[in-house]
């Protein structure tokens, strides 16, 4: 919708700008991430509908004027913790 974000999907990175999209296949290694510094809009559907609840218990809503920083060892632990109840497998080597 807005801005550009990278997905890497299976260790390759694909850079998407507003209008594109992408499909992430369940069962294979994908990220999303910002590195643009600046804000980005995206609409995401998934199945089963439960992601939104996953982000609630993992994440938090950026406030205004917080930077993004790497993550504390508390917001890790929570990550870890909501991925196990939703059934997402973190990769070993993350966070690098």
């Not at 910002?34 to 559907?45: D, E, F, K």
């Not at 982000?55 to 913790?81: D, K, Y």
């Amino acid at each position: 919708m807005e801005g550009a974000l990278t997905a890497v999907v299976n260790g390759e990175g694909h850079r998407l700008t507003a209008g594109q999209s992408i499909f992430l296949e369940r069962g294979v290694p994908h990220q999303l991430m910002n590195m643009s510094g600046r804000p980005a809009r995206y609409i995401l559907i998934d199945t089963p509908a439960l992601f939104d609840q996953f982000l609630e218990e993992a994440g938090h809503e950026r406030r205004q004027g917080e930077v993004a920083a790497p993550p504390t060892p508390e917001e890790v632990e929570r990550l870890r913790t909501a991925s196990a109840k939703f059934g997402i497998t973190l990769l070993p080597d993350w966070p690098t």
